[in-house]
């Protein structure tokens, strides 16, 4: 997204020399290469853009124009030649660390909605989380040639002066979450795209396995590999060590060992990935705290309370009434 926001606005009279530093354009010509550009970079890229145009509001009001399937490369493809919105949204959440590892996306079901989180350290600039929430109705309608409109959106970032162009979201949409969110109506991934390819869409998802399995052990610390492995287990419902060494290819003895080299638990890291995904859903869904508990890997609701209760020093049912994750909150030793 980053060259296509850079040609977006090259195309709107911004040249590029006023958006990046000579020394950060090798790694922007890189992504054109399928090289990922960090997210410090790309903040200030659509920051520089909507500074320049005096619009905080641009990338709502251009969305269309901005968002094209080409710039999300392999993902883009994927998702728009699966079968159904369910399957694309699906797959967009699962592979969404081939364009980016530090934005954590999730996808969570229910009786009644689908809601998917953007969850990050710091709260993404207000134009990125604009477009990136707007992308996923933008990409299902086109894909699907039926409406496809969101039940609510949320978002970190305060509520802006003017908020015209939300109302393209065609629902209710608030401001000031603990994460960037959009749920829809459960039907919505029953509708059938047509732009569906079944048998490229598998040689696409091979293709994006192989590439997360190369990738795995490149750059980066071993916590930052073990929190991936973690989120990957837990998306399959399993949090064991031995689980999540497998996906590492490596034993649990020697992965515990190489986290005491760095201070570090295995618990504890389970804890962190429990809490950073544990947080949204308490404070910005209505996802029953026993489907939370079974996502989370614990084998009843009362031990995912339990847990709670120490990270964030308040019941998630007090937390949940409250709206926000407390001050300071986050896993703590027992």
């Known amino acids: 997204m980053t060259n296509r926001i850079l040609r977006w606005a090259e ?16 790694q922007v010509e890189r ?3 399928g090289a990922r ?7 200030a890229v659509w920051r520089g853009v909507e500074r320049t145009l005096s619009d905080p509001s641009f990338a709502l009001r251009s969305a269309e124009s901005i968002l094209d399937v080409s710039s999300l490369g392999l993902v883009g493809l994927l998702a728009m030649t699966s079968s159904t919105v369910g399957d694309s949204l699906a797959r967009s959440v699962k592979y969404s660390r081939v364009l980016k590892d530090d934005v954590v996306a999730r996808m969570s ?26 992308a996923f109705r933008h990409f299902a309608e086109k894909w699907s040639e039926a409406a496809v409109v969101p039940k609510a959106v949320f978002f970190r970032h305060a509520r802006p002066d003017d908020v015209a162009e939300y109302e393209r979201f065609g629902c209710p949409v608030h401001f000031g979450h603990a994460v960037d969110a959009i749920t ?8 059938p795209l047509v732009t569906a390819r079944p048998e490229v869409a598998r040689y696409l998802e091979k293709t994006a396995d192989l590439w997360i399995a190369q990738h795995l052990h490149d ?17 399959e419902g399993r949090s064991e060590i031995e689980d999540v060494a497998r996906r590492l290819a490596t034993s649990p003895r020697t992965l515990q060992r190489a986290l005491a080299a760095e201070g570090r638990t295995y618990r504890q890291v389970l804890d962190e990935v429990r809490w950073s995904v544990a947080a ?25 309370r339990r847990a709670f209760r120490r990270w964030a020093g308040v019941a998630p049912v007090v937390l949940r009434r409250g709206g926000g994750p407390p001050e300071g909150g986050g896993p703590r030793e027992e």
Do not use: C, N, Q
Request: hydrophobic share 45%; proline share 6%.
């Open 109 to 134: 079901v229910t009786d009644t909605e689908l809601v998917i989180e953007l969850w990050t350290s710091a709260p993404l600039a207000r134009t990125i989380a604009d477009a990136s929430l707007f």
């Open 280 to 304: 949204p859903l308490v404070t910005s869904t209505e996802i029953p705290l026993e489907r939370i508990a079974e996502r989370l890997g614990y084998a009843d609701g009362k031990a995912f």
């Open 37 to 43: 550009v960090p997210l410090d970079l790309h903040d």
């Open 11 to 26: 195309e709107h009279g911004i040249p590029r020399s006023a958006l990046i530093e000579p020394r950060d354009r090798e």
């Open 219 to 235: 750059g980066g610390d071993l916590h930052g590999r073990v929190v991936d492995a973690i989120h990957r287990a837990l998306e």
């Open 31 to 33: 992504a054109a290469e």
């Open 184 to 191: 829809f109506h459960r039907d919505v991934a029953a509708v």
